[in-house]
């Protein structure tokens, strides 16, 4: 193989120094999931096709990468399948396996499976990568990873409360001050509909409002009128198109909006407990708003829906997002397990973070301290040293060769490493700082006090 | 699907317990790696076909999941390459990318890509999954981690030094004593083979030396003769068959049987200098011996071999190996890379642990303190308590509904929890102890300490 090799499109190697910033995070997060009360699972990179075919849509199921079966796949496919030359039937032949395209269906299987050994109400969190065979561009990848909080088998509304507490306390932790957590309800947009009479089409009354800053309060109307929402229906949501305000001025205009629908008035109710709520406990570093025309994942949410977005300023999409599901495992045949969960993007916080210039510096696993080395007895004093800069947590090394001294400086200077032994004599340290240029001679414990 | 759901064969979910526990095993290895000046990389979990096809010889290839190309992958195969029904042909025209089959190629690969952006020697881990398709048994899985620490870029023996520090450090670290860290060199072994003049009969000798404890000095010699060993040479190895005594003792004899042979007696060389610079360093709980019968990875290893077992009475096989191998990413283009590297079998490591009752009690992610739910104000007390409890890193809940008390508890129970608050009242918390059952009443500041 002559030519440089390469990786997959969409995918990607992570440096050391990206690792550590990527790790930085997670870190940050499972602290604070543990805090929480979650627990992590994990779950098989592929998972029987039939587990996850179906569940995302005809979009999804094109897009969920596909593992060929081992050995002679070809044996159980007749002539006449091969000839039909219907690559979808073919696939359910040669593929029984497929990667894992997100974690809400695993961990609806993994639930199911193992219903009986788990203690519900059950929180558990999940970092790993899923896959997609989407098409690359700027922030989307076929290898990314999802990281992800939920807890399962409770319809208490403290754990809404708790998930927006959840975000705040991580995005703190991070530094991130200002990110916004917009929060709505399922029941408020189907109240909405309701109440205009156009409850068949919520979806296009959604997705219309939700251009209201792009395209303004004309071409919003333009677009639901053309969709068929009546002019009638317009009037009524007229206060949505200047729906400004603390959050409970919010409350009150849409409780006078909806008072007629029941279900839009159980939203309210809701929402009123879980903003009440967060804002008496307080948040930390977040705003906590409602967004009416927030509506992801509109298929499957039944309750509260959140997204975060980055702090003002910065161009990026939501940076998080989730809601309530009222029958998460429903599909693998367990009832009445109402689920809620939040999830954060990792690829896009570490964006914001560098973005932000928010990384600390002792974000690294960069070595501390490197010895030079001049042959073979002053090595081996030198490698006494470093088992106790070793022992005491310190990253510390020996320059492999004899190498010139030059040659041996520069090494230290292309990777970072602040500091330099330069020699050994009778158990005194000739230490030189490389951004300072200082040098100092000392014995082996202030060697270590120095370095830490 | 009424059925319940389950996972592909070979394959595992792993529960809070085991996760905390894995987590557990792979800090102290990253700790360890980083103290080491080993920096973490992480390449895709696919890879293009091409960069791991042909590397891991006919039953490698065999075991390497493929993935299936996206959309109609038959667009561009012809009828007749259908009907030859040739599978593995047809492979390389419906398949592009393979996952993951170790770390060591994909590293290789990533030190070719990336040769101008990384300064050498250059040290690196990597703790990430790998698939095959192998027939799953105990103990072996379809998807493991593998846990590896190499250097490229190197030839200086210190790194096998270092090395077999690394293995003392960390298996030390994880409370296993007496591991033992066996150490060859293939220079002595082709030394052998040459000094009996059976060059060309290396493997089969180093095979049935390897017997030696199974089936006794004469099955070892009927073997070998049968595979067209002479009588003669057998009389020259015969000090082989009776290699006891300290690793000092070992080279001794070894030297005077290699005498003859430069190869060889390179390789008592470099086995002399690792061996007595380990021992003069010292090492913390590992045990070092020469085991002229290990040869794991004969194809490519060029220098040092290691494998480790775990302590005696534990039956379990390896749980870690290694080697220097003079042209690591020669399959990529790049010459006169040498690296030497070691792996750490974690699943492995993990039932040894397991068996030995090693991991420690504080290894868990569970919650430390439960506040019991009365309804919603007594829950907002709770929730502000908690919400102190976990600004403090203290993993602390709320039972999400006002349910029965014994629910309540049995909940507790159930999960681990050790604290649970009963009752607040004035601003003081009637704290249990599930373990002892004993009871207190305590403000906030008291209940943190107590909890922590």
Known sequence: MASKPSIPKGTRDFSPVEVSKRNYITAIMRTHFENFGYQPIETPSFENSDTLMGKYGEEGDRLIFKILNSGDYLDKVSTEELLDLNYKKLTTK?????????????????V????????????????????????????RFREF?????????STSLWQEVELVQLYDSIFAALGLNGVTIKINNRKILSGIAEVIGASDKLIDFTVALDKLDKIGEDGVKKEMLEKG??????????PLFHFTGTIHEKMEKLSALLSSSEEGMKGIAELRFICDNVNKLGLQKAILDLDVTLARGLNYYTGAIFEVSAPEGVAMGSIGGGGRYDDLTGIFGLKNMSGV???????????VLEELNLFPETVTTATKVMFLNFGESQAFEAMQAIQQLRNQNIKAELYPDAAKVDKQFKHAERRAIPFVVKEITNGMYTLKNIVSGAQTQVDLSELISLIK
């Open 112 to 139: 199911v499976q193992h219903q009986n050994e788990i203690e519900f109400p059950f929180k558990r969190y999940q970092i790993q990568p899923v896959w997609r065979a989407d098409r690359p561009q700027k922030g």
């Open 145 to 153: 990873y999802q990281c992800d909080a939920d807890v399962v088998g």
């Open 341 to 351: 969960g939040i999830s954060f993007g990792l690829d896009r916080i570490y964006l």
């Open 229 to 238: 929402i009546s002019e009638e229906a317009l009037v009524k949501v007229q």
């Open 94 to 110: 040669i593929s029984e396996k497929a990667l894992r395209y997100d974690l809400t269906v695993p961990f609806a299987r993994y």
